[in-house]
């Protein structure tokens, strides 16, 4: 990513840092979002940090470019907006934002060209009340009222993935793999019909008064999951060979299909049950 591309991204403003493992843990979140501007005000073991690096996990490009500044006034000069991260709201009236809320003003700025600035306090206090003075708006992230301590870095990639999932376009859900679309009407017609034909042979649809609700349903159920032209003609095949199921000879499947009667397109009009399938009893002596 350019320096160009990158200029109305927030930067992020890390107040006297402590650890360089977390500078490194900061720039690895920063990088997975894409950002690569980060500047440093008075870090305590100074800069470059060698623990930084394997903390990055790669994210080098962030390390690379990474400034240094003496203050706090210093380091946001070039921004048009300053959001602080604090847990509380600190003696004053300020506009306090979700990352959600401050993220939509953001991007809203970012598109009039207006540069923003994310800024975080040290790892052991925060960001001090005069530094919480200096930004426009606070930010504080809802965690559990109980305990809602983020370490630096989780703090950034929180405010971070809402600031991207803002801008990404990916829909919320969606199929991924080798999928070909749905399957042809006239393949998945012959299935429901499949279907819905060889139980009628055995009786399923009782009392006659239901049996267009009953054939509704079952439709819905193969309409529904949008499945795929093999996905029809695997499900067609498995059914098909629960309703006229070939034997295992000598460890191989035979050809020749079990019956013991009459099997589909026979002229007897009240066929013998199947291979596995119980007789249905006579219309006239079922019980509701």
Request: charged share 20%; hydrophobic share 40%; with cysteine.
């Amino acid at each position: 990513m350019s320096e160009a591309a990158d200029t109305l991204h927030p930067a992020i403003v890390l107040i006297e840092p402590q650890l360089g493992e977390n500078i490194g843990m900061v720039a690895r979140a920063m990088w997975n979002f894409g950002l690569t501007d980060l500047r440093l005000v008075n870090p305590r073991d100074g800069w470059p940090n060698p623990a930084a690096g394997p903390a990055a996990s790669g994210a080098d490009i962030v390390l690379d470019r990474a400034r240094v500044y003496d203050s706090f006034a210093a380091a946001v000069a070039d921004c048009n907006r300053v959001y602080v991260t604090a847990m509380v709201l600190r003696r004053m009236i300020k506009n306090v934002a979700t990352p959600a809320g401050a993220v939509t003003e953001m991007l809203a700025l970012a598109a009039q060209g207006a540069r923003s600035a994310l800024v975080f306090g040290p790892e052991r206090t925060g960001l001090s009340t005069d530094d919480v003075a200096r930004g426009e708006v606070l930010i504080t992230i809802p965690t559990n009222p109980a305990f809602g301590s983020l370490n630096l870095a989780q703090a950034v990639i929180v405010i971070l993935y809402e600031w991207s999932s803002q801008r990404d376009t990916t829909p919320p859900m969606r199929l991924d793999g080798d999928y070909d679309g749905p399957a042809p009407r006239a393949s998945l017609d012959g299935l429901i019909d499949y279907v819905i034909g060889e139980l009628d042979k055995r009786g399923y649809f009782y009392p006659d008064h239901r049996s267009a609700s009953m054939q509704r349903t079952l439709r819905n159920i193969f309409e529904r999951p949008g499945f795929t032209d093999q996905e029809v003609r695997t499900l067609r095949g498995a059914l098909r060979n629960l309703v006229i199921p070939r034997p295992r000879v000598a460890g191989q499947i035979s050809d020749e299909p079990v019956s013991d009667g009459p099997v589909s397109g026979d002229a007897d009009p009240d066929p013998a049950p199947r291979t596995g399938w119980p007789a249905p009893p006579p219309r006239a002596n079922r019980r509701g």
